[in-house]
């Protein structure tokens, strides 16, 4: 298991040397409170509703983000919300489809409020100075298409995993989906993730496996970016990202299944 998902004390002996981002509205950064040195990047900042790719931000736009509040590729970067982790890790996805280097990203395991109940907090801002961010896209990305969603249906080698709640796949999902919400692998008293042994045995039970590729989906590409981290994080290495998700498959007029 890898240092993807990361806890309080990890990030606590290493402050110094990391740049923590916390993605939670400006208001709630300033007015709340925050882990002593974080920057602030609001979510709705990377997120595009008109898009070409999903709903990432474009290059140059993430690139001004991050070189606004000072951080650079060379940078070891630690996210965290208010949410259990799951607009932290749409952070750190966007962040790995731009080419920040992977061993770079980090997720807080829990989220701000789990980690105010027993850690230092602070409302004062934190002095950056500006870079200038470089992008560079990966050779290899785990981004597919609907065309390679739709090719997947029939592999019995691929299982295809919505990652939203039990009552939205029964409403309509990708033929031939397996249902996994992403708050099943949260625990909602830490709010950070269950045990390793009992994740891998909801996701054996979903035949959710190491052995095969996995394919995630949601409705905007938020939900299957906590299920990516954590699965990258148990080491699980052939994962698929689709990132127009059920929004663009059915507005492409494609096959959907209820019940």
């Keep these: 298991m890898s240092d993807i998902v990361v806890s309080p004390s990890w990030v606590t002996d290493r402050l110094d040397d990391l740049r923590i981002v916390d993605v939670r509205d400006a208001w709630e950064f300033d007015g709340i409170g925050h882990i002593p040195g974080a920057v602030n990047i609001p979510f709705d900042s990377v997120r595009a509703e008109d898009a070409d790719e999903g709903m990432l931000p474009g290059a140059d736009a993430f690139a001004d983000l991050l070189g606004a509040v000072g951080i650079t590729r060379a940078d070891d970067v630690v996210a965290y919300d208010d949410h259990h982790g799951v607009f932290a890790a749409r952070f750190l996805v966007t962040a790995e489809l731009y080419g920040h280097p992977t061993d770079r990203l980090h997720l807080l395991d829990g989220d701000f409020s789990a980690w105010q109940r027993d850690r230092e907090t602070t409302s004062e801002a934190t002095d950056v100075e500006p870079t200038t961010y470089e992008i560079r896209r990966p050779e290899e990305t785990p981004l597919v298409d609907a065309e390679t969603v739709a090719a997947a249906i029939d592999d019995p080698d691929t299982v295809i995993v919505d990652t939203r709640e039990d009552w939205e796949f029964e409403e309509g999902h990708i033929p031939g989906a397996t249902v996994l919400d ?78």
């Excluded at 045995?201 to 979903?206: E, N």
């Excluded at 906590?226 to 698929?240: I, S």
């Design 182 to 259: 992403w708050r099943e692998l949260v625990d909602d008293e830490t709010r950070g993730l269950k045990p390793r042994a009992e994740i891998e045995s909801i996701l054996d039970a979903g035949g959710i496996t190491p052995e095969r590729r996995v394919l995630l989906y949601c409705n905007t590409a938020r939900r299957i970016s906590h299920t990516y981290v954590v699965l990258r994080h148990l080491g699980y290495e052939n994962l698929a990202f689709y990132e127009g998700s059920l929004t663009e498959w059915e507005a492409a007029g494609r096959p959907v299944e209820s019940g």
